[in-house]
């Protein structure tokens, strides 16, 4: 571990990701900057910690970074306007690099990784990290390679399984689905962020947590709820009706339609990075349950 001498930058630091990485940092002593639109919400969320420092600012108008990023050692970057989203990173990478930030930590995707141009996730991700690495006189830059976040069962088909007691999908009953907690995403980088950064250069880490297919979900869904959750298996065009209906963009809708399996196993050195075991999805849903009552 590094000294607390360490000023970690966090943009994105008031979501599901951020906060856990935040709020690490802040248990062990290390001093913390959180960026955020809303200085109140940050404030509720992290109470009045001594070392901790908030930057009311918007993503949109960087002046206040500008004006708070020097002295910073780290930055934690997520960022989730996608139709400016390789624009922003590298004009925050760099205005943070500029700055003597010596690592950047960003919350890429592992369809980063997948073939060239195979689809909108691929493309966005991808052409996100080559930018990133092509900046000239840069520091160290780690990318976090997630998969699907266990997160996106509340935004994606919580309200269904709700109303009609059904997880619906395209995909056969048992193929493998790949998940990772947004708590292990953020405990990662924490971790990363109190090692020297030499320790971890340029790494990519991909994160897959846990391989459970839809019918297993079912199963843990309906143990946990006390009534009968069924996988019902529909037509390409059905579900792309549904994504819109929750008021999912075309083009996001047509992108959750075809998500491959990545290995179907969970990342072997997960847990080294962890220092734990990964979450499980039935450990998350335990926590989450009110989401789908």
Known sequence: MTTNSERVYFIGGTGNIGTVAVKKLLGNGVSVTVYARSSRKAQDLFGNDRNLTVVEGDINDMKPFDETIAGHTRLFLLVTDILNFTKLKVTIAQKAYAAGVKQIVDISAISAGFPWR??????????????????NDRAAYVALRPFQFM????????HIIKTTDNIIDIVDPDEPQEWISPNDIGTVA????????????????????????????????????????????????????????????????????GIPVFTGKVTPGLSILLGRPPQTLEQWLEENKAGFV
């Open 190 to 257: 924490a971790n990363i962020f109190q090692d020297p950064v030499e320790k971890h250069g340029d790494a990519v880490y991909n994160m897959i947590g846990d391989v459970v297919s839809r019918k297993e979900r079912a199963i843990l869904l309906s143990k946990l709820l006390s009534r009968s959750i069924t996988y019902k298996q529909v037509t390409p065009n059905e579900q792309f009706n549904n994504l819109i209906s929750l008021g999912f963009p075309y083009k996001h809708a047509h992108l959750l339609m």
């Open 151 to 158: 997160t996106n069962q509340l935004t994606r088909e919580a």
């Open 118 to 135: 195979s689809s909108l996730s691929s493309i966005i991700y991808r052409d996100a990290e080559e930018a990133l690495l092509a900046i």
